[in-house]
Antibody, heavy 116, light 108 residues
Framework: EVQLVQSGAEVKKPGESLKISCKGS????????IGWVRQMPGKGLEWMGI????????RYSPSFQGQVTISVDKSITTAYLQWSSLKASDTAIYYC?????????WGQGTLVTVSS | EIVLTQSPGTLSLSPGERATLSCRAS???????LAWYQQKPGQAPRLLVY???SRATGIPDRFSGSGSGTDFTLTISRLESEDFAVYYC?????????FGQGTKVEIK
C-alpha cells in the first residue's frame, strides 16, 4: 500500500527555521517525483516545488523559488520542505504528494502556524 | 506559466442533479496532463481524473472528464451526498504543475 506520512503540526515564531518531512512507503521511492503543495487558511492549492528522489533533481514554482528549500534523503525514503526564516504569511497546511503528471497519492498534511 | 481558471466559483445543486465544472487554461494543455481532484473539509485532496478522462483507482463512474486544448470539464452525472466538496483542476507542463482556484459544490 502506497503511503505518504508527514510530520506533525508545528507552531513557530517569525524568523525561526523549520523543516517538515514526508516519508514514503509501499512503492519504489526513487522512481516517482515528490511534490509540495501549500494551502493557506480557507484558500486553494498552490504548487510549491518538486523533487525526484532518484537524482535529487528539484524544480520550484517561481512563486516559491528562494523562499523554501526542498530536499530528500532516499536512504530513509523521506522528502523535506524547509524554511530558514518563517513569516506569519507561511501559516498554512503543507501537503506532499507522489507525482507523475498528476498527484496520485497525498500525505495527510502538516499544519504550520507562525505567530508571535 | 499556464493559469487555470475554474468556473463557477460555487455550484449550488441538489442530490441527484448533474454537476458540470469548467476549467479553462491560458494556453493549450496536453490532454495527457490535465487532472481533477476532490477535497473535503479537513482532508487531503484526492485524485479523481487524470489524463483528462481517465478515472483514478476506486473512483465511481458518475465522475467523468472531457475536453481538449484550453477547455476542460468535470461532470458528476448524479450528485450523491458525499460529492459535496471542492474540486480543483491541475495541469502539468514544462516541469511545472499548476492548480485552478477551485469550484465548491454545495447542497442547495
Amino acid at each position: 500500500e502506497v503511503q505518504l506520512v508527514q510530520s506533525g503540526a508545528e507552531v513557530k515564531k517569525p524568523g525561526e527555521s523549520l523543516k517538515i518531512s514526508c516519508k514514503g512507503s509501499g512503492y519504489s521511492f526513487t522512481s516517482y517525483w515528490i511534490g509540495w503543495v501549500r494551502q493557506m487558511p480557507g484558500k486553494g492549492l498552490e504548487w510549491m516545488g518538486i523533487i525526484y528522489p532518484g537524482d535529487s533533481d528539484t524544480r520550484y514554482s517561481p512563486s516559491f523559488q528562494g523562499q523554501v528549500t526542498i530536499s530528500v534523503d532516499k536512504s530513509i525514503t523521506t522528502a523535506y520542505l524547509q524554511w530558514s526564516s518563517l513569516k506569519a504569511s507561511d501559516t498554512a497546511i503543507y501537503y506532499c504528494g507522489r507525482a507523475t503528471t498528476s498527484f496520485d497519492f497525498w500525505g495527510q498534511g502538516t499544519l504550520v502556524t507562525v505567530s508571535s | 506559466e499556464i493559469v487555470l481558471t475554474q468556473s463557477p466559483g460555487t455550484l449550488s445543486l441538489s442530490p441527484g442533479e448533474r454537476a458540470t465544472l469548467s476549467c479553462r487554461a491560458s494556453q493549450s494543455v496536453s490532454s495527457s496532463y490535465l487532472a481533477w481532484y476532490q477535497q473535503k473539509p479537513g482532508q487531503a485532496p484526492r485524485l479523481l481524473v487524470y489524463g483528462t478522462s481517465s478515472r483514478a483507482t476506486g473512483i465511481p463512474d458518475r465522475f467523468s472528464g472531457s475536453g481538449s486544448g484550453t477547455d476542460f470539464t468535470l461532470t458528476i452525472s448524479r450528485l450523491e451526498s458525499e460529492d459535496f466538496a471542492v474540486y480543483y483542476c491541475q495541469q502539468y507542463g514544462t516541469s511545472a504543475w499548476t492548480f485552478g482556484q477551485g469550484t465548491k459544490v454545495e447542497i442547495k
